[in-house]
């Protein structure tokens, strides 16, 4: 578990300065909104050979949605798709509070304390539930 000030600040670095930003033509992408909160979400996923080569995502909302997305793109960069769900599973699992945060999710652990904020999980997970609708089309 990291410290609650690093945590807090590596959601507002990725909220304020989203990585993996922006639209990739031609691949399938999907959109998935929370209207409890606002947040609204599009992935992008270009997969080549059983690999998600590239990730990106627009979109608006929280602080905790858009630094999901923006760590998000980060940690399945250029990983198998097998690999890239079974850390979506984990990050899952973390924020559903099922499981404790695991080393293997990187920085996608600061968002551990969502889980105590029954709240803004779906804010934490919104990103994770485009990227498995854009695998799974049809494409949109
Ligand atoms: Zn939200």
Redesign the pocket.
């Known amino acids: 578990m990291l410290p609650e000030a690093l945590a807090r600040q590596i959601i507002t670095d990725h909220s304020q300065h989203p990585r993996g930003r922006g639209e990739i033509a031609g691949v399938p992408h999907a959109t998935r909104e ?1 209207p ?4 609204q979400v599009t992935v992008w996923a270009r997969v080549e050979g059983g690999r998600l080569l590239e990730v990106r995502f627009t979109g608006r ?5 858009q630094a999901s997305a923006s760590l998000m793109t980060q940690a399945l960069a250029g990983k198998g798709l097998e690999e890239a769900r079974a850390l979506a599973a984990r990050y899952r699992a973390m924020v559903m509070g099922e499981a404790p945060p695991d080393l293997a999710l990187g920085d996608l652990v600061a968002l551990e304390g969502v889980s105590r904020l029954h709240a ?1 999980r ?2 934490a997970l ?1 990103a994770w539930q485009a990227l498995e609708a854009a695998l799974a089309g049809p494409h949109e």
């Open positions: 929370n409890g909160c606002g947040d909302g929280c602080a905790i949605s803004r779906k804010c919104l």
